[in-house]
């Protein structure tokens, strides 16, 4: 059974940091692309980042360049999304994607629909 399961999420204040993961069960990890996105109340999708499990490509949304950091631990089957800096915009339900590579095509494709998701998590940042 192909599945996705997210960590993480939180109320911080602005300026502070959380941690969200996502551990992928069912795929040949390797093999797999997997995408943060966030959607807030109002607002359309988001693709917030994105990093190929086979060669460790990442992708960033110019909202969080500098701020967040994807990393794959491919022993653990599990990507994290670090996100640092938070400001109050950054507020949404995160999910996470998983599909094949590359990132673009991922991105893409989970923007609009993608049969592979994990549970949201809700970040919440207040001033």
């Known amino acids: 059974e192909v599945q996705l399961v997210v960590s993480g999420g939180g109320l911080v204040q602005a300026g502070g940091s959380l941690r969200l993961s996502c551990a992928a069960s069912g795929f040949t990890f390797d093999d797999l692309a997997i995408g943060w996105f966030r959607q807030a109340p109002g607002k359309e999708r988001e693709g917030v980042s994105c990093?190929?499990?086979?060669?460790?490509?990442?992708y960033y949304a110019d909202s969080v360049k500098g701020r967040f950091t994807i990393s794959s631990d491919n022993a653990k089957n599990t990507v994290y999304l670090q996100m640092n800096s938070l400001k109050r915009e950054d507020t949404a339900v995160y999910y996470c994607a998983a599909d094949f590579p590359p990132c673009g095509s991922l991105l893409r494709l989970y923007s609009q629909g993608g049969d592979y998701w994990g549970q949201g998590t809700q970040v919440t940042v207040s001033s």
């Open positions: 990093i190929s499990s086979s060669d460790g490509s990442t």
